[in-house]
């Protein structure tokens, strides 16, 4: 870009109108500032001859023979100054109410709207929203949040802020989502009410970022560990500590008992009374192979998504996720070793560990 071209651009950028009037004094008056930042000398300034830097822009102007390229940079430069005349509250009034039309609290759009001032990518951000280009296809296709997101070409800081943001009725990677994926709002409601924390489209994903439970919402809910109902059914004299997955315990006494068949029949009686009509009775040989906490979260997990749920599960350690829409996707996850179960209650928390291992 010549000088000229470089100063044409900036006068066009400060003028009101997005373009420049050399019959206007004010227009003339930014052209004269210019010339001082770049060290110039305009012709009337000058005791010396000097270019008639004036004369030179009207023929740029003029010269331009293509009239749809003309068109083009008349509207783009006009668009410039609309965009820069907006006050920083319009600014947010605009990118707020695009996000409430997605069904974010207004609470959280208002955090959005403070991180993109933060930093200082308002415009920008509000140009995405009204043409979103990161798509339902895109989210399939790729396997890590932060590249996914990244396809926005919004800043890697505000993408990452965006990720962790988290609320009232909102949870995490939920408010990334609907930032950045076309079509995709906020399902809210409470447990159990809705398919899904998202939809885009007509396909709503239910989101569970580090451990989440995958059971019927019948039966979720439980926040206690269940040592007195263990008690009770396996007797006083076992140790069902605190301190301890439940489930690690109750294989160390089977291993201690001496009558496995009984024991195997009080481990059924414990399934009955935690999980009534959604897992089945285990038998002696599941038990010792696959462990009664593989068979316990692997059946809840088939009933929950057999009701239908688009489950994404996504690792907080390097915010890897994969997506499950069915049974035989969620067995191959177990196969590959891919998902680790803990027990802090009655019900199983499942973790993506954000590696799936290649066959």
């Not at 000229?4 to 997005?18: M, N, P």
């Not at 373009?19 to 012709?43: A, F, H, R, T």
């Not at 159990?192 to 998202?198: K, L």
């Not at 396996?234 to 500590?241: A, I, N, P, T, Y």
Request: charged share 30%; hydrophobic share 35%.
């Amino acid at each position: 870009m010549t000088t000229v071209d470089k100063i044409v651009t900036e006068w066009a950028f400060r003028c009101k109108k997005g373009y420049p009037d050399l019959n206007n004094p004010q227009d003339m008056k930014i052209l004269k500032e210019i010339y001082s930042e770049l060290g110039l000398v305009m012709e009337e300034d000058s005791k010396e001859p000097q270019i008639n830097y004036s004369s030179e822009i009207k023929k740029l102007l003029t010269t331009i023979s293509d009239q749809k390229a003309k068109e083009a940079i008349y509207k783009y430069l006009v668009k410039l100054n609309k965009q820069e005349d907006k006050s920083d509250e319009e600014l947010d009034k605009e990118i707020e109410d695009i996000l409430i039309a997605k069904k974010l609290p207004k609470q959280a759009a208002e955090y959005v709207t403070l991180l993109a001032s933060k930093y200082q990518i308002s415009q920008e951000l509000l140009e995405y929203l009204n043409n979103p280009t990161v798509t339902i296809t895109q989210l399939e296709e790729q396997t890590n949040l932060n590249t996914l997101l990244g396809l926005s070409n919004l800043p890697t800081k505000f993408i990452s802020k965006l990720i962790s943001a988290e609320g009232r009725s909102i949870g995490k990677a939920e408010v990334s989502l609907i930032c950045i994926i076309k079509d995709c709002v906020n399902m809210g409601g409470k447990r159990g009410e809705t398919d899904g924390d998202v939809k885009v489209g007509s396909k709503a994903i239910e989101l569970k970022v580090g451990k989440g439970q995958l059971v019927p919402h019948h039966i979720s809910g439980y926040s206690s560990k269940p040592i007195k109902e263990l008690n009770n059914i396996f007797g006083e004299d076992l140790d069902f500590s605190k301190g301890k997955q439940w489930t690690e315990q109750l294989h160390t006494n089977y291993n201690q008992a001496q009558d496995k068949d009984d024991y195997i029949d009080k481990v059924n009686k414990m399934i009955k009374e935690f999980y009534p009509n959604y897992v089945p009775s285990i038998t002696k040989e599941v038990f010792e192979t696959i462990g009664i906490a593989r068979y316990v979260a692997d059946e809840l997990a088939k009933k929950y998504i057999g009701e239908g749920k688009n489950v994404m599960l996504i690792s907080t350690s390097n915010y890897n996720y994969v997506l499950i829409s069915n049974v035989t996707e969620y067995e191959a996850l177990v196969s590959s070793n891919a998902l680790a179960i803990e027990y802090p209650d009655k019900l199983p928390r499942i973790t993506f560990r954000g590696e799936v291992a290649k066959t």
